[in-house]
């Protein structure tokens, strides 16, 4: 079965400062990975996605699997980007495609 | 990208008591998710529900405490039956974008808190 962990449930850092979420994940199979973030009093919506390769708001994440990881990187923090951050791991069930999320960290950014 | 509604967006609850959550889509898509989101913890999936279908239930939810309709493309409902205390979660209903990308895209959630 799949799992996603993320180990920090909060991450508080001053403006400007450099972030890392830490995401690691185990599947047997080829991971997709995710990931998503929530700001306050708005819905659940997709970051960005490792196949992508791409660079939203100006955070990155590159996928590991040597060390089954897929943290979020971002060089200079800004205030809003404090949200909540789920990583994400796509995998198939007998139903068809699914998600499975990791436990989220909050992400604090100070002024 | 999808534009997802659910009803009610909160509602307080008695114990014993049954709720049901609708979820509207602006598109026609094949598949569409239930997730749980309890107090401080992440999603949980509870079941996936195809049009024209049974719903799949995932490990630890049963048709019969969570049914699910899925009567055309672009609805459907979750019901909580029986409330406890326990079920006081976020209920989200997902979707899938188009192409297969993996993407989902969220409802608002229905906060319910069962007394």
């Known amino acids: 079965a799949q799992r996603v962990t993320q180990p920090e449930k909060l991450l508080s850092v001053f403006k400007g400062a450099p972030v890392e979420l830490k995401c690691n994940y185990s599947?047997?199979?080829?991971?997709?990975l995710f990931w998503y973030v929530q700001y306050s009093r708005q819905r659940l919506q997709l970051l960005l996605r490792?196949?992508s390769r791409e660079s939203i708001k100006g955070f990155t994440a590159d996928l590991n699997k040597g060390e089954t990881s897929f943290h979020l990187k971002k060089p200079f923090a800004q205030e809003e980007d404090s949200a909540m951050y789920y990583c994400?791991?796509?995998?198939?069930?007998?139903?068809?495609?699914?998600?499975?999320f990791g436990g989220g960290t909050r992400l604090m950014v100070k002024p | 990208s999808a534009v997802i509604s659910q009803k009610p967006s909160r509602d307080i609850c008695q114990r014993g008591t049954s709720l049901t959550i609708q979820c509207q889509v602006d598109?026609?898509?094949?598949?569409m998710f239930w997730y749980r989101q309890q107090p401080g913890q992440s999603l949980t999936l509870i079941a996936t529900?195809?049009?024209?279908?049974?719903?799949?239930?995932e490990s630890g939810f049963v048709i019969d405490k969570f049914p699910i309709s899925r009567p055309n493309l672009t609805f459907s409902t979750l019901t909580v039956s029986n409330m406890s205390p326990e079920d006081s979660s976020i209920y989200l209903c997902?979707?899938?974008?188009?192409?297969?990308?993996?993407?989902?895209?969220f409802g608002e959630g229905s906060r319910l808190t069962v007394l």
């Open positions: 997902s979707v899938q974008g188009r192409g297969n990308t993996g993407e989902l895209f």
């Open positions: 599947y047997s199979g080829s991971p997709e």
């Open positions: 490792h196949i």
């Open positions: 994400a791991l796509s995998a198939y069930n007998n139903a068809g495609n699914m998600l499975t």
């Open positions: 598109s026609q898509v094949t598949m």
């Open positions: 529900a195809n049009q024209g279908s049974e719903a799949t239930y």
